[in-house]
């Protein structure tokens, strides 16, 4: 689905990959000059994978960490930043409330005419019911 529907260069199964360092392979496998921009919600070996592959001047966004949401202590990060002086790069939190009222950038808009316009194609599974969110969600 992602790369013949919504038209993405490569696709990654995680699920493949046992532990930090074959995620970092199979990155460098399919992006061999780094990773320009990476939306961060998941962390773990993937942030940490991430970071080891990050370009120079590479961006990242990092919105939610839902691998440690439950931890009673949560597990560090495992990058260094002193990397990040000699890459130019830089990691800034996101959230989406900027976006939605239009303090940042014009998402709303741009989202509707891309919609409108086919550029976004949009996957969805409806339910009738509240007692079928469970089946949904799932």
């Not at 993405?8 to 990773?35: N, Q, R, S, W």
């Not at 560090?76 to 939190?93: A, D, H, L, N, V």
């Not at 741009?110 to 019911?129: A, F, P």
Request: with cysteine.
């Amino acid at each position: 689905m992602i790369t013949e529907e919504w038209g993405f260069d490569h696709a990654i199964d995680y699920k493949t990959c046992k532990d930090k360092d074959e995620l970092v392979a199979a990155l460098k496998a399919v992006a061999p000059k780094g990773i320009d921009m990476y939306f961060e919600n998941v962390g773990g070996m993937h942030f940490a994978a991430a970071m080891d592959c990050l370009a120079n001047y590479g961006r990242v966004a990092v919105c939610g960490m839902i691998d440690g949401y439950h931890d009673a202590t949560p597990t560090p990060c495992t990058f260094w930043p002193m990397k990040m002086i000699y890459t130019s790069q830089r990691i800034e939190g996101f959230i989406s409330t900027t976006w939605l009222t239009g303090k940042k950038g014009n998402w709303l808009p741009e989202m509707h005419q891309w919609l409108t316009e086919g550029k976004i194609n949009v996957k969805e599974t409806v339910t009738d019911g509240v007692e079928n969110w469970p089946h949904a969600f799932i």
